[in-house]
């Protein structure tokens, strides 16, 4: 007797069949590094890394990954609304609006 329980499958709450706005800008928006990647680092100094969106030197722990492109942002350069990058925070912005 197996002890796992078979549960139902629950269909998805998208009636319309549409992807989810984070497939959607997945498929559309090109990857720059994968998740886990590390941050390029400054040749200038040794523990310094580059914000991949205006290329100023932080330390690593005030740079962020991007969950949908993987770029490193800078907090200038990061949207917590979203928690993406601004430049993928411009996208969904964007997407966002109901015409």
Not at 13 to 27: I, T
Not at 63 to 92: E, H, M, N
């Amino acid at each position: 007797m197996s002890l796992k329980r078979k549960w139902p499958k629950r269909e998805r709450e998208n009636p319309r069949n549409e992807p989810d706005l984070f497939a959607q800008l997945r498929s559309e928006i090109q990857a720059v590094r994968e998740q886990g990647e590390p941050a390029q680092k400054n040749p200038s100094t040794f523990s310094q890394y580059l914000c991949d969106l205006c290329s100023t030197s932080h330390p690593i722990s005030a740079l962020k990954q991007c969950a949908v492109c993987g770029r490193w942002a800078c907090p200038d350069c990061w949207t917590d609304t979203y928690y993406v990058c601004d430049s993928c925070g411009g996208i969904i912005a964007m997407k966002s609006i109901k015409l």
